[in-house]
């Protein structure tokens, strides 16, 4: 296979000129292709086939253990002007960062396979998708391609059609930590990431295009490129709410996404559209719509079971990637709270040693189709998308943030995207557990500055008069003990239903200087063992700590200069104002 597209054969044949490849394979996005991927890197020992009779189609992939997370570090915006980067991203000179990443490049893929893949983020008849190729020299990268995306033949063909397409140039490279970059060029829509095999860095569809380059044309062309879950929570009289969720990685998206509705809440589903990133354009008649651009979950690992989330643990039961888990003596996938089996290898595949770190690396993977989910919905393959009732940002906040809030409006919504904070996890490699901003969950993923990003936000209030209500939730709240206040998991079907009662009017709410919080009666806690006290506490508005934290954020927005919207400094002058207001 090859293309009639000649700006997308001549890019290829430049690649190739550069990297040197023994051969080139375009990929027709076949099973039968995929298989054949399988048995050869089986064969070259890059991946291990698990246990056929428990595990069928399953496979364990060992990344080298320097190469297990996103390196917000090596990750540039590659913009003419540094300013249009912003102080939220790493910046490098388009013109030194081609240099300095092309030189690492030149011969990068001798004595490899140079693998060309078409993709298409989104259905491939939505208008709203946009188109990639990716070339790489990584089988294990075309694999789970294959998983994430929608690939091959047909993306190709709409290329061909279109014209326009995400060039992404991926190598693993020598694996060398120091001579690894993931560089953006927005301008160009173009992404060349180099030494790196790990999901983040390597699978360009995913964070590289799906957000930092969308988001930078969702700007140009009116849209929004969110790191938001997209899920459906069907009521027991068969009404349907969509809701984007926004929190930061490994923050619990994925298990919102496949929640499984407690005993305690009979009638209700949870139909689930996309577990990470979410596409959202107003349609014809001001209505927010979402589509998930990717078509798999590349999910972690450890902490799932059949009790935080069944629909993972059975999906992953067959025909996924397992990669950085730990292994049983049965060949079986091994993590931390599987709560199942006892390993015996750990994630480097050296022998298991109780106490001596986990089993499994905390920010171990699986990637696995979306349709394996018992609660896939059908209309993740819409072309029109799915309409959003409530958008909802969170974090991971031991304290301050209550339960769940609604903001006052579109843009005080924006003002609450916009303060996010959360503790930093495994997802990227740095510090873990520090609280850090990270507005929108888009601190590694906004391909622009956040001030301009901040006002395409606020420009939506004029643009649409139906848009979505703003809420805020924090499942983590813990008492002095380092206790979790609320029980989590399925059991935040209850949050969601207040917010779906609020979107429809059907419930009042405090009005506190935050936003609009419920009453202690208004969240349903039937069959919960949880205290009148740890309900007054987990919807408290600590007014001195909420001083502090609005102090911080305006200090915080400030930092982004002339180009922050005023509008949005005047928005949390009044939230000030308000704290000061006495009880
Ligand atoms: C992810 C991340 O993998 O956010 O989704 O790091
Ligand atoms: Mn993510």
Redesign the pocket.
Known sequence: MTTRLSALQDWVDSVAKLTQPEDIHWCNGSDAEYKRLIRQMNRSGDLIELDAASYPNCYLHRSDPTDV??VEHLTFICTQDEEDAGPNNHWMKPADAHAKIDALFEGAMQGRTMYVIPYCMGPIESPYSRLGVEITDSPYVVANMKLMTRMGADALARIEREGTFVKGLHSTGDLDPDRRFIMHFPEELAIKSIGSGY??NALLG??CHALRIASWQARQEGWLAE?MLIVGVESPQGETHYIACAF???CG?TNLAMLIPPDSQPGWKIWTLGD?IAWLHLDEGGQLRAINPEAGY?G?VPGTNAKTNKNAFDMIQSDAIFTNVGVTADNQPWWEDKKTGTPVTDWKGDPYVEGAGPAAHPNS?FTVSAKRNAAYSELADAPEGVPISALVFGGRRKELAPLVYEAKDWKHGVLVGAGVASETTA??TGEIGVVRRDPMAMK??CGYNFADYWAHWLSFAERSDKLPRVFHVNWFRQDADGKFLWPGFGENLRVLRWIIDRCENRVGANETAIGFLPTADDIDTRDLDISAETMAALLSVDKDQWKAEMASVGEYLQSYGDRLPSELLAIQADVVAALNVPD
């Open positions: 997370a996103r999901g983040g995913k964070k790191h930061p990685s490994a998206k990470d590349f972690v993977r997802a990227a590694p993923f």
